[in-house]
């Protein structure tokens, strides 16, 4: 007899609790994101398809995930047998045969998978992660404000024009803040969209000698841009706020334009969550000179850490949980406008979520224009549009984010704080031999 048919006929007796029959205990760390906590509600219906399968939830805030994951799989320590990663880990990972590769199984189509995404997740023409949501980033704003002030945003406004709008509907008095942005330090946090800002004024990470670039005229005009918008515009305690602190404020109608993540489109226009749903409008993503990477690309996706002890059931959550069958379920379940998107084909195809989701153009075009490679207006050595797929990014972004934050908060210059960070970048690149 087979051994799920055993544990069906011994449930609820004394024979479940035989460690032969005993349920395989998949443990997946996640994000603490929407859809993340939306798929741990919809996992009900995966073990009750497997019965022989049980799942153990670890949700972590995004810095202290990369952590945890960092950790366990450099060590080896095996504490996870599903990882949440994105375009950053999975390359590097891939390389350093941390990752078990993605197997598909019949009915996964991954033809479907948008290109840019799956190019992302893959090395030697090998799946290695599978993605659960992709994202760009995108204006979002209160079109019943900015017309109140007499003002437009366009697709691809400059920022100095957003800077405009953003003070023409700036009310602190009733509780409306012109402008929106992450100021949270972290390489995945505030330095995502400060890095897009700098490529939009024509700047990049490393020139094609791998020398940083953060005290150049591009990056300094970003971060003045930058700190002028959320101290003059933004919520107090800004240094403080992640995405999804800035959701519960858009939410609430306390901002006025949020540039974030595309899938925060999802929440924003929700009437279950959105006090504002319904004056909600998206733009392209603004430019200081160049459209070129001026809007992020990632997707948080689901990988196979080679420590895990249960790989076969880790194949089998992550294709249920990344099918196109999964997105019916979420839009059975909840609506169309909420499943998980930026991934496949099929759902911009799908004649009900075009309907549901209005924010989908946008979405869909945010993540068309984003490219891995054609991501800086100069010829840069890496790949990535906010980050730089190499090991040596990650402790760069932290410091990077780190000073930006210090001069938000004024404890030092624009200046001072890409001096700092151009120091620190450099030390840490001649250190792991790029340059002497």
Known sequence: MKRIAISALCAGLFCAADPAFA?????IATVN???????????????QANPD??????????????????????????QFDVMTIGMYETPIWAKKDWLVPIKPDANYDVDDLLPTIREGLTVNGQLYAAPFY?????????????????????????????????AKINDPAHGVYGICLRGKPGWGDNMALITTMANSYG?????????????????????????DLLKNYGPPGSSSNSFNEILAMFNEGKCGIWIDATIAASFISDPKQSKVADKVAYAQSPVGTTERGANWLWAWSLAIPKSSKHVDAAQKF??????????KLVAKETSWANVPTGTRKSTYATPEFQK?????????KALATASPKQNTLPPSPYLGVQLASIPEFQVIGIAAGQQMTSALLGKVTVDQALDATQQAADREMRKAGYYK
């Open 33 to 47: 994101n929407g859809h993340m906590i939306e798929m741990q509600k919809l996992s009900k219906f995966f073990e």
């Open 203 to 227: 700047g990049q990470l490393f020139d094609m000698s791998w020398k940083p670039q953060f005290n150049s005229k591009p990056w300094k005009s970003a971060v003045g841009m930058y700190v």
């Open 356 to 364: 549901a989701a209005k924010f989908s153009v946008a979405e869909g």
């Open 53 to 78: 399968i049980k799942l153990k939830w670890v949700t972590l805030e995004e810095g202290v995930l990369r952590q945890r994951m960092t950790t366990d799989i450099a060590t080896k320590g095996g």
């Open 318 to 327: 992550i294709n249920w949980s990344t099918s196109k069958d999964y997105i």
């Open 23 to 27: 349920a395989t205990e998949l443990v």
């Open 134 to 166: 992709g994202e760009s980033s995108m204006i979002m704003y209160r079109s019943d404000l900015v017309k109140k002030a007499g003002m437009t945003i366009e697709d691809r406004p400059t920022w100095e024009h957003l800077r405009d709008v953003a």
